[in-house]
């Protein structure tokens, strides 16, 4: 926001060492103004003492007496705090305040202001101060500051504006201090002037013709800037008593005109004009910008220095590898007014800048970019072995076919506890053992593709905490870290289980070939082919004589015998 204004100081009657600030807010915030800082300093220390006020005034408590102070405020916004107000000095007198002096309008005239100020403190007074406001345009006021010396309070202020409002501050410095402002507004006599109304072209690449209407026999002043912020505050001007003139200007740029009468009085200024110079050959081409990048391409936009319709124009487009020091040559040829051009066969991870140019100018335009880094590696895991851990990772081959499995990887180590980080080795395998880890230490596990060029290029870290080694444990003892992929259990089970079955259907086989063989032999061995018969002792005729008593008869060579 913009710096707050009229900052006013007095002395507090009845209260010693107490101050009393007034202000009024700032005349574009920018904002809303959420709060102001005020800071007080004694004069002559570097060192500010600061206080907030949700208001527009304040009070100074508990200074010292006899003791002269300087006081500043800004505002403060979303945005952040705004500029600082002219610091006012003030000094803490024993039992004495200072008054505002009175403003009397002595005579004005269309043109001119005579006041004369008058003072009611018993003090010298060393110099009065005046401020003359006016506003012609609601988004700018302008200003004047006068200084008399204390011996002449009586001014005069020429050069004004018929018909226009005056804001006049005035206040007096003494020894022991300024006194606060006192305010009176007042208007010129006569008729307020119409703006002029102007209008600006290029000639060519320095030269703009400016013409306008307005009265004669006065003295215009042509301001011109290539912001309104330069216009407003630090602008280039010519000044002619014509009503046209041609203002020199450098090349390249768009300019912001205006005019208005700087003499006899100075005028309400016109509407401002934009002028864009026409270009020449010299000109670098517009808007170049990256809308696309990659790992190993980039693709860009630019348009030419000005518009060429139906006109074949050819680029050439430099890429500097900022990293390996090397340099790459192209040429486009096209009749669009929005180039797009993409640059392949870049490093994952690499620095370039892209100057591009029309052919045959000196004048480029250029950008830099950083390609896209190789991704982290995937499935980042950890196994607990008795004397140290295994770290598992997916090969980024699988991901990104731009990775050489040469090129490896890169394994760092941070301790919490310790508060190091190391690089405990490089691999080109998808696991990595580490042993000699610390009990009651955190570690944090880094994986990348390793850096190359000197650790300039490097892949995106995966991250990994490990944090199973207590404080109570023994690392070859160290619970196992628990992993999370459900394939390092279900497969050996699985397996195991597999294994059990066919054991266990070959031990049914084996069982059931003894069976048989068993039962071919008893039956056979219990036959008699000549009787045609089988004979099945019960156990019970064991001592019978008579052995040729068979059991069950019936059977016959031709019929298959059957036991249930």
């Known amino acids: 926001p913009d710096a707050p204004q009229n900052l006013q100081l007095s002395q507090k009657e009845g209260e010693e060492g107490t101050i009393f600030c007034s202000w009024a807010p700032p005349t574009y915030p920018h904002g809303l103004i959420r709060e102001y800082i005020v800071e007080y300093s004694k004069s002559g220390y570097k060192d500010w003492t600061s206080s907030e006020s949700s208001l527009n005034y304040t009070e100074i408590k508990n200074l010292e007496v006899d003791m002269s102070y300087t006081v500043r405020v800004a505002a403060v916004t979303s945005r952040g705090v705004g500029k600082w107000s002219d610091p006012k000095l003030i000094t803490t007198v024993r ?38 406001s006016w506003v012609f345009d609601t988004h700018v006021e302008e200003k004047r500051s006068y200084r008399n010396p204390g011996g002449n309070s009586k001014l005069k ?12 501050a005035a206040w007096v410095k003494t020894s022991i201090g300024d006194s606060p402002m006192s305010f009176t507004r007042v208007q010129t006599l006569g008729e307020k002037p119409s703006p002029p109304n102007l209008r600006a072209k290029a000639m060519n690449q320095t030269a703009v013709n400016c013409s306008w209407t307005g009265p004669k026999n006065v003295i215009y002043g042509v301001f011109f800037a290539t912001s309104f912020l330069e216009l407003y505050k630090h602008p280039k001007n010519v000044t002619t008593t014509s009503n046209r003139i041609i203002v020199t200007v450098d090349s390249d740029e768009q300019y ?15 509407e401002y004009v934009a002028v864009r110079m026409i270009p020449d050959n010299r000109l670098p081409p517009r808007h170049l910008h990256a809308f696309k990048i990659g790992e190993t391409a980039a693709s860009f936009k630019w348009q030419p220095p000005y518009d060429y319709p139906n006109q074949d124009l050819t680029y050439a487009v430099l890429v500097k590898d900022s990293i390996r020091k090397t340099e790459s040559h192209y040429k486009v040829t096209t009749r669009n007014n929005t180039v797009e051009y993409s640059v392949t066969k870049l490093e994952p991870g690499g620095k370039y800048t892209v100057i591009v140019r029309l052919a045959n100018m000196s004048k480029e335009a250029s950008i830099t970019i950083s390609t896209v880094p190789l991704a982290a590696p995937e499935a980042l895991k950890i196994i607990t072995e008795r004397d140290h851990i295994l770290l598992f990772w997916k090969s980024l081959r699988l991901k990104d076919r731009n990775f050489n499995e040469s090129r490896g990887y890169e394994i760092h180590m941070f301790d919490s506890v310790a508060n190091t980080s190391t690089c405990v080795g490089n691999t080109t395998d998808n696991f990595f053992k580490i042993s000699n880890l610390k009990v009651g230490h955190n570690y944090t596990f880094v994986v990348q593709a390793r850096c190359v060029y000197n650790g300039q290029i490097c892949g995106e870290p995966a991250v990994l905490l490990y944090d199973e080694l207590g404080a109570g444990a023994v690392p070859s003892m160290s619970k196992s870290v628990k992993s999370t992929d459900v394939a390092v259990i279900v497969v050996p089970v699985l397996f195991l289980l ?28 219990h036959y008699n082919s000549r009787l045609g018969s089988a004979i099945f002792s019960s156990g019970e005729d064991l001592g019978d004589d008579d052995e040729d008593s068979p059991m069950i008869t019936g059977f016959s060579d031709d019929v298959p015998m059957v036991i249930a």
Do not use: C, W
């Open 256 to 270: 912001l005109f205006l005019v208005r009468v700087v003499s006899p009085y100075q005028g309400p200024p016109s």
């Open 498 to 525: 597999l294994i059990a079955m066919g054991v266990g259907f070959i031990v049914l086989y084996m069982r059931h070939r003894r069976l048989q063989n068993s039962f071919t032999t008893f039956a056979n061995s």
């Open 95 to 132: 039992g004495r305040a200072l008054v505002p002096p009175s403003i009397h309008i002595e005579d004005k005239s269309d043109s001119s202001i005579s006041l004369a100020l008058k003072s009611n403190l018993d003090i010298k007074v060393d110099t009065y101060a005046v401020d003359i």
């Open 157 to 168: 202020v020429n050069n004004l504006t018929a018909g226009t409002f005056y804001e006049i």
